[in-house]
């Protein structure tokens, strides 16, 4: 008989909190609970099965917080990616495109592993089609976090992924992020900078008679990177440097419609892309994905984002930048409001190619 096999979740996915010990094992198709690890049968592997023949048990999060209590644990490791950023930075609808992308154009199938994750899934599709914005997370009332499963194109392996939506508030109080967990147990933090609110971008889109929506807030990304590091330090020490960290700048089909973008930089929003980094065989380029970044990188230095540059590169042992845009396009704005174009993401998965290829997967 095998040795049962050890769950790597210290931390509950869905609501962040310590897993209480001892585990309860729950089965998906019967409902059967078992707290009692001896009596649970166990495959070669020596993950549990049940007994009514329908695959493995998994594991259930009693914390009586946890607001998604339909939702179990996938008997995998879990890497917690959390998606933070300001109010309006394109949190929600950024999540939302990662758990729909279509694998015939990123060559990752995504396939949600939660009764929430597909629940707000259909909604968040619903809501699109009929151009109705998907509005700001609302501090207090959604906790949402996203179990998704990644598998690359023509591959067996899978990565599952814990994704965090949290509202922009939190990012702009240190005391809210200390008290919460997602921070404690993150393996990877991807910080959203919302275009608009970069200094200057605004002025540049003007001058070449670029409309958009004024929804961005006028705060200083540079808060929300002291706040993340702040926490990490409090709650995780030396070990916080180790995080491996992104810089998203979303909303950059801007850019592209105002004719902005860096020599040989474009995403596909306006014409061809040129920065894919998966190549022909569909394996991570790490030359261009190192390009990608530095071009990234000087474009926020070039607009007075160095102070927020420095600061992460001198806490963060690791540092990567991506641009992306969720829809694809600008808004039209003709009528004063901002009507959502059809939708079509672009580079969305970036940083989670970089993650499937240091799990040696891509």
């Not at 995998?76 to 929600?92: D, F, L, Q, W």
């Not at 089609?129 to 179990?147: A, C, E, Q, Y």
């Not at 009507?339 to 580079?347: D, T, Y």
Request: net charge positive; aromatic share 8%; proline share 5%.
């Amino acid at each position: 008989m095998p040795r049962i096999f050890s769950y790597q979740h210290d931390y509950c996915p869905y609501c962040y909190t310590k897993m209480k010990k001892p585990t309860t094992f729950y089965c998906i198709s019967c409902g059967k609970e078992v707290a009692d690890a001896s009596k649970l049968s166990l495959d070669y592997r020596g993950i549990p099965v049940c007994d009514c023949g329908n695959g493995a048990m998994r594991i259930k999060c009693e914390n009586e917080r946890c607001k998604n209590a339909k939702n179990v644990i996938p008997p995998t490791a879990t890497s917690i990616v959390v998606i933070a950023g300001m109010r309006s930075s394109g949190k929600s609808t950024y999540l939302l495109d990662l758990v729909n992308s279509q694998s015939s154009q990123t060559g990752i199938i995504v396939s949600p592993e939660s009764h929430a994750t597909v629940e707000w899934r259909e909604k968040g599709i619903r809501d699109m089609k009929d151009l109705v914005s998907l509005g700001n997370t609302r501090v207090g009332v959604d906790n949402f976090s996203s179990v998704v499963s990644m598998t690359p194109l023509g591959k067996s392996s899978s990565l599952c992924l814990s994704l965090t939506d949290r509202p922009g508030e939190e990012s702009q109080s240190m005391d809210r992020l200390l008290g919460l967990n997602y921070l404690y147990c993150a393996d990877y933090i991807i910080l959203l900078l919302d275009l608009l609110n970069i200094p200057g971008v605004a002025a540049e889109l003007s001058s070449r008679n670029v409309k958009f929506s004024t929804e961005a807030e006028d705060i200083s990304h540079v808060k929300a990177l002291d706040n993340i590091i702040g926490t990490l330090n409090q709650k995780r020490g030396k070990l916080g440097k180790k995080v491996p960290f992104f810089f998203g700048i979303s909303k950059w089909d801007y850019i592209e419609t105002a004719d902005l973008c860096p020599l040989g930089f474009s995403i596909g929003c306006n014409g061809m892309d040129t920065v894919s980094v998966l190549n022909a065989r569909k394996k991570f380029d790490g030359a261009k994905w190192r390009n990608n970044c530095k071009i990234v990188r000087d474009f926020l230095i070039a607009h007075n984002e160095g102070e927020i540059v420095n600061k992460a590169e001198n806490y963060f042992n690791s540092i990567s930048y991506f641009a992306f845009s969720s829809y694809g396009s600008s808004p039209n704005m003709d009528s004063g409001t901002a009507v959502p174009p059809i939708h079509n993401p672009r580079h969305i998965m970036d940083p989670f190619y970089r993650i499937l290829h240091d799990k040696r997967m891509i």
